[in-house]
């Protein structure tokens, strides 16, 4: 029963902080030495996995519509479609490259490091700071933006700089539309995700016991479910530059993430 409950809660962490701009990664980390979560690498890996999985999923069905939108653009060869897929396409190529050139040299990364997640945290909470007194615009995502956006969710790979919350910021920094940064930013990552998983699942990285499945799949809908609140909630709250709230979150848990991170508790 605890490790059901384990997964919920690492389910509920992920769905959460996957769409709001907290680092998801930063907070399974965080939460994963907290509650002394002690599987294997590879188990650990897996977990990690299918929440992501989640997240992936409950994105499609809050953008199904923008998504078949482009694909049926794609096949008619709308212009408007066809550029879109174009820069989302090149905005996953720096994380792309950095996740296939240093991918061991990553994992060691999300190894319990929870001091450089909360450095990394201050960094997101400064971020969101800068962006929430970036002016308002209409302006939509270029293809040089789309680069820069691109370094930016590359960036945000090390745990505790929220992916989200480096490309939202990023974008409305660069004067894009709000929302259209939002749908961006989520819409950006699910074939990196999608790419990921079936990278581990081909590389035969994943294992798992048949006492594993059903905490799995406690986790899984604790984080479909979740994320489908979190990023709907996201979307509102960046039309209403509330991102500050959230960089003094960053900074409570940074501050938390420190602590543990030099033994002082």
Request: proline residues 2%; neutral net charge.
């Amino acid at each position: 029963m605890s490790d059901i409950l384990e997964a919920i809660l690492l389910g509920v962490i992920q769905g959460l902080t996957e769409f709001l701009p907290v680092s998801s990664s930063g907070h399974l980390e965080l939460a994963k030495v907290i509650t002394g979560y002690d599987q294997s690498a590879s188990e650990s890996m897996m977990m990690t996995v299918i929440l992501h999985a989640a997240t992936a999923l409950s994105t499609i069905v809050i953008f199904r519509k923008e998504i078949i939108e482009i694909i049926s653009g794609l096949f008619s060869f709308e212009k408007e479609q066809v550029e879109f897929s174009g820069k989302i396409i090149l905005s996953m190529v720096p994380a792309a490259i950095v996740g296939v050139m240093f991918d061991e040299q990553l994992e060691q990364l999300f190894d319990k490091q929870v001091l450089l997640v909360g450095l990394m945290l201050i960094v997101t909470g400064a971020l969101l700071f800068l962006a929430d007194k970036a002016k308002n615009t209409t302006k939509k995502v270029s293809w040089s933006n789309a680069i820069v956006i691109g370094i930016a969710q590359m960036i945000a790979i090390l745990p505790g700089i929220s992916r989200s919350g480096a490309t939202i910021s990023t974008s409305v920094l660069l004067g894009v539309d709000r929302t259209r940064a939002a749908k961006f930013s989520f819409l950006m990552v699910v074939p990196l995700i999608l790419g990921k998983m079936a990278k581990d699942i081909l590389g035969g990285e994943l294992s798992y016991a048949s006492e594993d499945l059903v905490p799995l799949a406690a986790g899984f809908g604790a984080a479909f479910v979740t994320g489908l609140v979190a990023c709907t909630w996201m979307i509102a709250l960046v039309k209403k530059s509330k991102l500050s709230y959230f960089a003094y979150y960053c900074f409570a848990v940074a501050a938390i993430a420190i602590a543990k991170g030099l033994g002082l508790f």
